[in-house]
T-cell receptor
Framework: NAGVTQTPKFQVLKTGQSMTLQCAQDMNHNSMYWYRQDPGMGLRLIYYSASEGTTDKGEVPNGYNVSRLNKREFSLRLESAAPSQTSVYFC?????????????FGPGTRLTVL | GENVEQHPSTLSVQEGDSAVIKCTYSDSASNYFPWYKQELGKRPQLIIDIRSNVGEKKDQRIAVTLNKTAKHFSLHITETQPEDSAVYFCAARDTGRRALTFGSGTRLQVQP
C-alpha cells in the first residue's frame, strides 16, 4: 500500500514549456486534489475531483488543466509554464465516512520555471 | 468560499513550555477542522482533527479546541520538545468545494 504517489519529484522547465504532473493513489478514495504551496502562503487548492469523471476548479486554477483518468489517477497539466508557477505541488486524496475523514498527501513535486 | 486566518506566523518557545496556535474561519457551515504538521521538505501530516459537534479533543501532548460561535479553533501543544519544531497548518473543510482551505502556517521553533 503506497498511499499517494507523485512523479516527478523535481522538475525544471523553461518559460513556455509544457508538462504533466502525475498522481496516483491505491487507497480506493473517491476524491482527489491538487494544491500548490508557496512560501508563507500555505496550501492553495488548484483543482479537485470529487469522483471519477468529475473535476472542478479550486482557488487558483488559471494556467492549469487536470484529468481524472480513472479512480486511481489524477494528473495536472501546465500547458505553457510561467515563472509564477514555480512552487511545490502536492496531490492529495480523501476518505470520508464511517467515522473517518482524512486527507492524505503525496510527497510533492518541486517545480522551477526559469 | 471559506477563508482561514492563522496566527502567529512564527512562534519560539523553550523546551517544556506550551505552544498555542490560533485560527479563525469564515464559513459557519464548515464542520471539519484538521491540523497538519509539515517538516522541512516533507509532505503535510495530519496530527489531530476536530468536528463541529465536539468542543475539545486531546491526543497525548496535543489538543484542539473549537468555538463554533466565535468561529475559531486552536492547537495546544504541552511539554514541547525539539522534535515538535515544524510548520503547523490549520484547515477547515469548505462545504461548497468539499475540500480543505488552509491557513498560512505557523513556524514553531522549540529551543532546547
Amino acid at each position: 500500500n503506497a498511499g499517494v504517489t507523485q512523479t516527478p519529484k523535481f522538475q525544471v522547465l523553461k518559460t513556455g514549456q509544457s508538462m504533466t504532473l502525475q498522481c496516483a493513489q491505491d487507497m480506493n478514495h473517491n476524491s482527489m486534489y491538487w494544491y500548490r504551496q508557496d512560501p508563507g502562503m500555505g496550501l492553495r487548492l488548484i483543482y479537485y475531483s470529487a469522483s471519477e469523471g468529475t473535476t472542478d476548479k479550486g482557488e487558483v486554477p488559471n494556467g492549469y488543466n487536470v484529468s481524472r483518468l480513472n479512480k486511481r489517477e489524477f494528473s495536472l497539466r501546465l500547458e505553457s509554464a510561467a515563472p509564477s508557477q514555480t512552487s511545490v505541488y502536492f496531490c492529495a486524496s480523501w476518505v470520508s465516512g464511517r467515522g473517518t475523514d482524512t486527507q492524505y498527501f503525496g510527497p510533492g513535486t518541486r517545480l522551477t520555471v526559469l | 468560499g471559506e477563508n482561514v486566518e492563522q496566527h502567529p506566523s512564527t512562534l519560539s518557545v523553550q523546551e517544556g513550555d506550551s505552544a498555542v496556535i490560533k485560527c479563525t474561519y469564515s464559513d459557519s457551515a464548515s464542520n471539519y477542522f484538521p491540523w497538519y504538521k509539515q517538516e522541512l521538505g516533507k509532505r503535510p501530516q495530519l496530527i489531530i482533527d476536530i468536528r463541529s459537534n465536539v468542543g475539545e479533543k486531546k491526543d497525548q501532548r496535543i489538543a484542539v479546541t473549537l468555538n463554533k460561535t466565535a468561529k475559531h479553533f486552536s492547537l495546544h501543544i504541552t511539554e514541547t520538545q525539539p522534535e515538535d519544531s515544524a510548520v503547523y497548518f490549520c484547515a477547515a473543510r469548505d462545504t461548497g468545494r468539499r475540500a480543505l482551505t488552509f491557513g498560512s502556517g505557523t513556524r514553531l521553533q522549540v529551543q532546547p
